[in-house]
């Protein structure tokens, strides 16, 4: 993980190395054009259409799809099909570091992932799990291919006293941040108006942007559905309007997940959480 963002190096037909970005919420592969026209020319491709485009998740533009790849590829010494679009990300902040931005779905089966030991196992045996794990069921985002959960979030003041939304929350491994909510909802705004008490007022360390609305909750602890967790805080801003995120009254994200043993099924859409931080009680 890195800047919060969960990340791994490749290497692709026994000898190109890959800076690879892994999301649960993109619907394609995308390889950055650089990378593409200078390390993969070998590739069955064909040029997009002139029209062709796509919205990266959290981007309020469309960037141009320049070609389209469908191939298979040598990854780590497996053969991998790779169906992916190619497009020029090298100006957007989160990616323009990195050369491929993979879906965790596309991956082989179950994918165990352990942040706070940066480890991560493709196709896991589900059958042999320890009975530590809660398991959870999720449902699929039909646009992002990515898995969100319907539930709600509490946040506690030191008197034990909550606030409470209630709403879709997307399973964000791009997300660095513990939980977002999205201030484009009229309820969330609610939300955040009635937990003016939890409110970051010290901005000494970050700089309030009256266009996103930025704001922290920072709460004696927090819980989502059974789980709480202390120690950490709840960002709260508006988003760029799209189809993608109204659904969304916020998103879990990294800060949570490295809290746990996390394992993915996407086709099943069931999600397997094991504990491993002394922040989390399970009631």
């Avoid at 997009?48 to 960037?63: M, R, T």
């Avoid at 990195?98 to 196992?121: C, H, K, T």
């Avoid at 709840?234 to 659904?247: D, H, I, L, P, Y």
């Amino acid at each position: 993980m890195k800047f919060g963002h969960l990340c791994s190096e490749w290497k692709l037909h026994d000898s190109i190395q890959a800076k690879v970005f892994l999301e649960t919420g993109f619907p394609k592969i995308v390889i950055n054009q650089k990378f593409a026209q200078n390390k993969l020319s070998d590739l069955k491709s064909e040029k997009a259409s002139k029209d062709a485009a796509i919205a990266l998740w959290g981007q309020q533009n469309k960037i141009k799809i320049l070609s389209l790849i469908k191939d298979t590829l040598k990854v780590n010494g497996n053969n991998v099909m790779f169906d992916a679009l190619v497009a020029d990300f090298s100006t957007i902040k989160s990616w323009k570091n990195y050369d491929i931005i993979y879906p965790l779905r596309d991956l082989s089966g179950a994918v165990e992932i352990n942040l706070s030991d940066s480890y991560m196992i493709v196709d896991k045996n589900l059958k042999t799990l320890s009975p530590e794990y809660i398991k959870f069921e999720a449902k699929t985002d039909d646009k992002t291919k990515g898995l969100y959960i319907n539930t709600s979030l509490k946040v506690y003041d030191s008197l034990n006293t909550n606030e409470e939304l209630k709403g879709n929350f997307l399973l964000d491994l791009g997300a660095p941040n513990a939980i977002f909510v999205n201030r484009n909802l009229p309820e969330v705004e609610r939300f955040v108006s009635k937990s003016d008490r939890l409110l970051l007022k010290d901005t000494t360390k970050f700089r309030p942007n009256p266009r996103t609305k930025l704001a922290i909750i920072m709460p004696d602890k927090f819980q989502i559905g059974n789980i709480y967790l202390t120690k950490n805080f709840v960002v709260a801003m508006k988003m760029f309007k799209s189809n993608k995120s109204s659904k969304y009254v916020g998103m879990i994200g990294n800060k949570f997940f490295a809290n746990f043993n996390m394992i993915f099924d996407f086709k099943n859409s069931e999600i397997y959480m094991k504990p491993t931080s002394e922040n989390v009680t399970i009631e």
